[in-house]
């Protein structure tokens, strides 16, 4: 039986997160005061140490991010630092966890961070349809402002950051950092072609960290445990915590966090208290639309950043859909596929008319009897051609449940 | 940027480090595909044709995203990605409707064919366009839309933005459904002025122009002629298409300065006029008072007769001519010649004395030249944008675009003007002082400068005549312009009085955009002198980006002045009394220096009152309309009555011609060849793109008919070039320019030489006046003479709008014009209307003391409490007979900007009842 290591979730539901005091008393903010009296570097050398890596699903070392937008451009007078709390990808909700139950943590994280870079000032992009982590956050930020922990010489320190809450509206895409940046711009949410990395020339053009709410909200305990207790923590490869989301066909839905290394089996039977109605375990989707489907060969893989994907599988956001044996894959392949197909933003070519002509290929290869129909490799081949071909990550992504599908369940289809 | 080499599917190429990747691609014919990759916008990288591979990197690139470095090793075309860009291929045409009407040139369609795409195939295999309710929009008065042809590219909506800098543009919906939208949803209901960046950026005839659409294929025009626009003095470069001897379509010429590739709405829709049934094709005699078709040798006879008579029995300065900016450089340039040859008088002027008299006064006394000091491009650059009584994104549309791209990147701009103007909407400060205190606000500017320590005193001691012993004269002078003072004569809060004065001293450099506004007043001169005050103790003049403009309103107001159509200047700004130079002329001109005037002609409005009085007997009209421009037309009216003979030589029967008792059919710019100068003294070529209708004949080919028919001939002139080959030989500043040099781009001058690269800012060594330094002219303000009564309680300005143009003689005959605006309209403030219940769209009569004329009213807060405002295009609504001819001292120019009116509703009428 595993149980959860608690780090990002060490308060919910223990304190009242309306109430700042309440997170200082259980040891808020003494992380930020400890940062603010170390040098920058040190920070930052502290998240390389650590190997913390980005928990927004795309896995990039926290503390080489940092280390690039603190390195950029000198002479800038200005740079930024971004959370990217537009979590949706589907079957995720580890974000609004850390925001509605917890937002002083994030907060203490943002500014720590920032500080790391020299941020002069902290946006936080949060989900439109987030209300209740909206309204959360910003009452933390307005009590963090009151107590001197955001604004002018915080501390003490010389050290100066204002923080500003911008809402999404509803576009998935905005939750890939380029095009998050665009929006932050006031402009509409399509995807910049990259590089230059946000590192480079981010927000307005000055260099900007963009960092998932779980990391950052990770910082803290960092800095004030030090990179070496953290690497106790998890796997080799894959130190720390991370919360997975457990839905679909499962007892006890819901968020957990715990170590780095956990087999899919005992987060689905030891805390997700197994298939639901004593149904049989068929597969899950990991890392939601844009992640991989595994069978039951995979139940016993420690999840991990680099063990998944010798899978064939990704470890995303945290992300764990299980499907049961009376649910039928086609349809939620399907549904996967009309996704893609509802969020592509239409800019580039490849991902506007390839997501489209997966649905119309899938109808065919699900409904079709004559031989003429696509198969699924003929699927795959367009996904790899919008893979290699697309401009951001969306377009790029429909190869990976494709790809899953056809090793794990090409029976199926 | 260096020099660096590539290499290209195996080929070396040299190029500069930094460049695009495609663009050096394509310069070294490796032509990689591409469709929403332009030159003049930045990469999208949407459409994915130009996928390469770049050695060292693991995933494929776009090659329009990549900025090329030393030893990059790059390989454009092998199996994958050419079967990438098929399958993309494939997409596209899946997507769309590939008809094409063949009016316009379609770069999918180009490369369907490249690729041999089997487009039947494609759409059996993949059906996407069923699903797709693609959206048309035909609401524009000169463009329709059509998203089933619509690869959404961006190249319409970054034109919009970066190019134009109008934002009007964006794309609606995702995925599929995605598509281009103008303002909110409907084109008509947007803030589209027309322009068409969109339809010649556009690559796939998604976007379309109405005018002429159906005439022609493209692949079937006669000929493509680039020219110069027509319109106002940014000298935009056109292309002018060809079919049937009649012009089709209109294009910026791509990458040329000074629009490079841009245009406005009239520059690409205003070419109607040329081909209009109103043209003159006869010359037209009075015969007992009724103008009748004559022949050519005919009315030639007659008007030789006629002012030979007046020559022999009142004198030489019984005659005078009208010159126009509107001719070429060698039009205007012979003229002059004939007025000085010919009628043996100065008595020669034209429209300038109009618009920029005071401001070219008071620049040449100050420092030296009347021209504006920068280019065009510098309008962009620059770190403070300061305009003052102009009206740039109306009038100078093009000017204007450099202007809000500068704002993109950071600049600041300083609006003064007493009037709303769209720039307004990208000011980061607007001043709104009421008509006519200018000299008090830029005083104000000036003292708060001064208080400031923000003069800049080295430039002052090194640059400006008596140095810091002039200052002193003006700091005292100034000293009593406290901003709170100024506050209370201009009605501009103190704040933003030192803000505007902070922003433009403390910039590392500022342009001064000035225009109408300061110029036509009865202080014009004085208010340019103020102005170039501030501009000289700031040093915001005599280094690169920094300096004064007065964006010229005509096609060649410069080069008229330029090759000497003025009572004052010989060609080169030189003065007539300088006998030296009449002596170095008369040789050039084959005739004894004792037959040219050596005192100063009649200006404009004098000329008018000296014909009024019975002084000037006769006169010859090129291409002007005095009859709509000039101040207090009731009373030019009965000046040109007065004369015993009046020619007009113009292309329509204008107002004026109707004074006529001969008239003569002359070529438009689209009938004949010669160069322009533009606002920042750029010649410019004009090429002959089509023949003239009927009888017309050139302007300048008239003059040499009638020089001789006079006994005084011109030498044979080949062609325009041959002229312009004798106007550098008496116009120092032009002498190394020639056709040959300006066939692909314009030159500015000065340019003293043949090796001369031309002179984009002026001033950076020296002022041009005697002694190199720059003069302070100290002046007060005076309040103006003509204030609001109980009798007149408004004080009406007048100007100009996006779509006419001057006396709109050739605006007003293209429909596409007419359908953005036919009717002219009086602005008064909502305050204003209310006192005097009057309603939106009433029909008004608006009395002076000079005149009166029936409008109607739109209420807008464009204009203060007690000031109106009334475009002065509209024939069927002149303003001019209201105005003034009270004078500048100085310059002559009249206070077309000042009218002191009453406003009373009256029945309510229609505008063909005006007709």
């Not at chain 1, 200005?78 to 943590?105: Q, S, W, Y």
């Amino acid at each position: 039986m595993i149980k959860e290591t608690r780090i990002t979730l060490k308060n919910v539901r223990k304190i009242n997160p309306e109430k700042i005091e309440e997170y200082i008393k259980a040891g808020g903010y003494l992380a930020l005061q400890k940062a603010l009296t170390q040098k920058p570097e040190t920070i930052i050398d502290e998240m390389l140490q650590s190997s913390l890596r980005g928990r927004g699903g795309a896995g990039f070392s926290t503390g080489l991010k940092e280390k690039f937008t603190s390195d950029a451009c000198k002479t800038c007078t200005d740079r930024f630092i971004v959370c990217n709390a537009d979590e949706g990808e589907p079957g995720t909700f580890k974000d609004r966890i850390i925001m509605e139950r917890d937002p002083h943590l994030l907060i203490e994280g943002i500014i720590i961070a920032g500080y790391s870079i020299g941020a002069t000032r902290a946006y936080i992009y949060i989900r439109g349809e987030y209300y209740q982590s909206i309204k959360r956050v910003e009452l933390a930020v307005k009590q963090a402002k009151k107590a001197g922990y955001i604004g002018q010489n915080i501390l003490g320190s010389g050290y100066s950051l204002d923080v500003e809450i911008r809402l999404g509206a509803g576009s998935y895409l905005c939750g890939e950092e380029l095009t998050l940046l665009e929006s932050l711009e006031g402009k509409q949410g399509y995807p910049r072609v990259k590089p230059p990395f946000p590192a480079e020339k981010g927000l307005f053009g000055l260099p900007t960290l963009v960092n998932n709410v779980e990391t950052l909200a990770t910082i803290p305990a960092i800095v004030e445990k030090g990179a070496k207790w953290y690497l106790t923590l998890g796997s080799k490869d894959s130190p720390g915590t991370k919360i997975f989301t457990l839905s679909g066909d499962v007892e006890k839905p819901g968020y957990y966090e715990v170590e780095m290394g956990a087999s899919l089996r005992a987060l689905i039977y030891d805390l997700g208290g197994g298939i639901k109605d004593g149904g049989t375990f068929k597969a899950a989707l990991l890392g939601g639309a844009a992640g991989t489907f595994v069978d039951q060969s995979v139940l016993d893989t420690p999840m991990s950043y680099d063990l998944l994907k010798e899978k064939g599988a990704v470890l995303g956001s945290g992300a764990i859909i299980v499907i049961s044996e009376s649910r039928s894959l086609p349809e939620m392949t399907r549904s996967i596929l009309d996704f893609f197909k509802h969020e592509s933003c239409g800019k580039c070519v490849p991902c506007r008319i390839g997501t489209a002509h997966l649905v119309q290929m899938f109808q065919e290869l699900t409904t079709k009897t004559s031989e003429t129909k696509p198969t699924l490799d003929d699927m795959i081949n367009k996904a790899e051609y919008m893979s290699k071909t697309s401009l951001c990550p969306l377009g790029q992504s429909p190869i990976l449940p494709l790809q899953s599908l056809k090793q794990y369940f090409s029976n199926q289809f | 940027m260096g020099t660096i080499s590539i290499q290209i599917d195996g080929k070396v190429v040299q190029t500069q480090s930094g460049k695009n990747l495609l663009k050096v691609a394509r310069e070294n014919s490796i032509d990689i595909p591409g469709l929403c990759f332009h030159p003049r916008i930045s990469p999208t990288g949407a459409c994915r044709l130009c996928s390469v591979k770049i050695n060292g990197q693991d995933s494929l690139t776009m090659a329009c995203t990549v900025s090329v470095d030393e030893g990059m090793t790059v390989t454009a075309f092998d199996d994958e990605l050419e079967q990438n860009r098929r399958q993309t291929l494939e997409y596209l045409v899946a997507e769309h409707n590939i008809e094409d009407d063949g009016t316009y040139h379609d770069e999918l369609r180009d490369l369907i064919e490249r690729y041999e795409i089997d487009v039947d195939q494609v759409h059996q295999t993949i059906s996407l366009q069923e699903n797709i309710v693609f959206k048309t929009d035909n609401s524009s008065p000169v463009l329709s839309y059509d998203a089933s042809k619509c690869i959404n590219c961006f190249r319409c909506v970054k034109g919009c933005c970066e190019i134009q800098g109008k934002e009007v543009l964006a794309m609606n919906e995702r995925g599929l459904k995605a598509h281009i939208i103008a303002g909110f949803d409907q084109w008509d209901e947007s803030e589209c002025d027309g322009c068409g960046e969109c339809i010649q950026i556009c690559p796939t005839g998604a976007i379309v122009e109405k005018p002429h659409r159906e005439d022609f294929l493209i692949d079937q025009v006669d000929q493509t002629v680039k020219t110069t626009c027509p319109y106002c003095g940014v000298g935009c470069q056109l292309e002018l298409l060809v079919k049937d001897n009649t012009i089709v379509r209109s294009n910026g010429v791509e990458h040329v300065s000074p629009n490079y590739g841009r245009l406005c709405v009239k520059g690409r829709f205003g070419y109607e006029f040329v081909a209009s049934p109103e043209r003159l094709t006869h010359p037209l005699i009075k015969k007992n008072g009724v103008l009748e078709k004559a022949s050519w040798d005919e009315a030639l006879d007659l008007i030789a007769l006629r002012f030979r008579a007046i020559r022999e029995n009142y004198g030489s300065s019984a005659l005078a001519g009208y010159s126009s900016a509107k001719c070429t450089n060698e039009d205007n340039y012979l003229f002059q010649k004939f007025i000085r040859t010919v009628f043996q008088t100065n008595n020669i002027d034209y429209c300038t004395r109009l618009c920029h008299a005071s401001t070219v006064t008071a620049m040449i006394r100050a420092i030296g030249d009347g021209a504006g000091s920068n280019s065009i491009e510098d309008f962009e650059t620059t770190d403070v944008l300061f305009i003052i009584g102009n009206n740039i994104i109306e009038t100078h549309p093009v000017t204007a675009t450099f202007v809000k791209r500068g704002k993109t990147r950071g600049n600041k701009i300083i609006v003064c003007d007493p009037k709303w103007t769209p720039m307004v909407k990208y000011a980061d400060i607007w001043l709104q002082p009421k008509l006519g205190t200018d000299v008090a606000l830029l005083n104000g500017m000036i003292h708060i400068i001064i208080q400031k320590g923000l003069n800049d005193e080295t430039f002052i001691k090194n640059r400006v005549k008596d140095g810091l012993a002039a200052f002193k004269v003006l700091e005292e002078q100034t000293s009593k312009y406290t901003p709170e003072m100024v506050a209370e004569i201009t009605g501009v809060p103190v704040d933003l009085l030192e803000a505007a004065a902070t922003i433009y001293a403390s910039a590392a450099t500022a342009i001064i955009a000035t225009g109408m506004g300061l110029s036509q007043q009865v202080t014009g001169t004085h208010n340019v002198f103020a102005l170039i005050n501030m501009m000289l103790i700031t040093g915001q003049v005599g280094k690169e980006r920094a300096g004064i403009n007065p964006p010229r309103g005509q096609n060649n107001v410069q080069g008229a002045t330029d090759v000497g159509a003025s009572p004052v200047f010989y060609p080169g700004y030189i003065p007539v009394t300088d006998t030296a130079n009449r002596q170095k002329v008369a040789k050039v001109w084959n005739i004894p220096v004792e037959e040219l005037d050596d005192q100063p002609g009649l200006t404009t409005v004098e000329l008018m009152k000296a014909a009024y009085d019975g002084k000037i007997k006769g006169i010859y009209v090129l291409g002007e309309n005095p009859m709509i421009t000039d101040p207090n037309l009731n009373h030019t009216e009965e000046a040109f009555k007065r004369m015993d003979f009046v020619v007009v030589q113009d292309i329509f029967f204008t107002e004026t011609a109707a004074m006529a008792d001969v008239v003569l059919p002359a070529t438009s710019f689209a009938e004949k060849d010669g160069t322009f100068v533009n606002s920042d003294r750029r010649v410019l070529r004009v090429r002959k793109a089509v023949d003239p209708p009927g009888e017309a004949w050139n302007d300048w080919t008239v003059l040499c008919e009638l020089a001789n028919r006079m006994g005084r001939p011109f030498p044979e002139y080949k062609n325009s070039e041959a002229v312009f080959e004798e106007i550098r030989k008496v116009t120092p500043m032009l002498a190394g320019i020639s056709y040959q040099r300006i066939e692909d781009q314009g030159i500015q001058w000065p340019c003293p030489d043949e090796t001369h690269p031309g002179t984009g800012t002026l001033f950076t060594e020296r002022f041009n006046t005697s002694d190199g330094k720059a003069v302070l002219h100290p002046v007060d303000y005076v309040p103006q003479g003509e204030k609001p009564s109980e009798e007149f309680p408004f004080i009406l300005n007048s100007g100009r709008i996006l779509y006419h143009y001057h006396s709109a003689t050739m605006s007003k005959r293209n429909d596409s014009l007419n359908a953005y605006a036919n009717r002219s309209y009086l602005l008064m403030h909502p305050r204003d209307a209310q006192k005097n219940k009057l309603a939106d769209g009433d029909t008004v009569k608006v009395n002076s003391k000079g005149g009166t004329l029936v409008t109607w009213l739109k209420i807008s807060d464009e204009v203060l409490p007690g000031e109106l405002f009334m475009p002065w295009h509209y024939s069927h609504s002149q303003v001019n007979r209201l105005t003034r001819d009270e004078l500048d001292p100085f310059s002559k120019i009249a206070p077309f900007k000042l009218t002191a009116c009453r406003v009373e509703k009256t029945k309510g009428i229609q505008l063909d009842d005006l007709k």
